[in-house]
């Protein structure tokens, strides 16, 4: 069992950064990725990075997020730049990917262990 704790999140204006950590309970050798809900919306996939270091990112986010993780502190992270309103969500930290297809990896359903979430909120 692998428990996750993101912080980070906040309130900023559009344009604004805000970066978002995530830090496993226990060294995890999973596949790890930010996902996101907004009110009314299914859960999405934004950044996941896989075990081996690959990168993949939702189209809405690219250019604007990245995705890292610092081994030393055994920490995800993704920074967030040019925010925009549409970014307002609870961000979740997720990590334990199901085998599948690598364009498949930003489904939340392929992930097993979840974060409590994070809430970001971009005003206009």
């Known amino acids: 069992q692998v428990q996750l704790v993101e912080s980070g999140g906040g309130s900023v204006q559009a344009g604004g950064s805000l970066r978002l950590s995530c830090l496993p309970s226990?060294?995890?050798?999973?596949?790890m990725g930010w996902f996101r809900q907004a009110p009314g919306k299914e859960r999405e996939g934004v950044a996941v990075r896989s075990r081996d270091g690959r990168i993949i990112y939702s189209e809405s986010v690219k250019g604007r997020f990245t995705i890292s993780k610092d081994n030393a502190k055994n920490t995800l992270y993704l920074q967030m730049n040019s925010l925009n309103a549409e970014d307002t969500a609870v961000y979740y930290c997720?990590?334990?990917?199901?085998?599948?297809?690598?364009?498949?990896?930003?489904?939340?359903?392929?992930?097993?262990?979840w974060g409590q979430g994070t809430q970001v909120t971009v005003s206009s």
């Open positions: 997720a990590a334990g990917a199901s085998s599948g297809s690598w364009d498949g990896l930003l489904a939340p359903h392929r992930f097993t262990y």
């Open positions: 226990t060294n995890t050798p999973y596949s």
